[in-house]
């Protein structure tokens, strides 16, 4: 498999795991002092796309998914994020959205359409069309 060097190794899958527990316990901290925005670039730095572990990538989920929920105001945390968010957070509304639960597919398809109102279409093509970086 071509560029499979690039994608972490079964090994590293332990470490993945323990940075995103201390990511979690970061995010809980934050959620409980309102600093919802701040939860949810927590969850998005460092996702681990590069890692073909599925457990890295739902524990991760898990994590994202909790600050996705505690977002209100879609507004303001769009205007707190950079464009460098955009993609990343595309992806895991599409994965919000996989999961047929009705309030995370409510909330991610609220979100969803003022991102695409702001980031605009590339932001959905540049999501689907990525096969390598998922999460």
Not at 39 to 46: I, V
Request: charged share 25%.
């Amino acid at each position: 498999m071509a560029g499979a060097a690039a994608f972490v190794e079964a090994d590293n899958a332990e470490e993945i795991m323990a940075r995103i527990e201390t990511k979690s316990q970061k995010i809980e901290s934050l959620l409980k002092h309102y600093k919802h925005v701040e939860a949810l670039k927590t969850a998005l730095d460092g996702s681990p796309p590069k890692t073909l572990d599925e457990r890295c990538k739902s524990a991760n989920w898990i994590v994202v998914h909790r600050a996705i929920m505690a977002i209100k105001d879609i507004e303001g945390m769009l205007n707190s994020l950079t464009a460098e968010y955009y993609d990343i957070l595309m992806k895991y509304l599409y994965r919000g959205l996989s999961t047929g639960d009705e309030p995370t597919c409510e909330q991610c398809l609220m979100i969803h359409e003022k991102l695409t109102e702001r980031a605009g279409l590339g932001c959905i093509l540049r999501c689907l069309s990525d096969t390598t970086n998922t999460v």
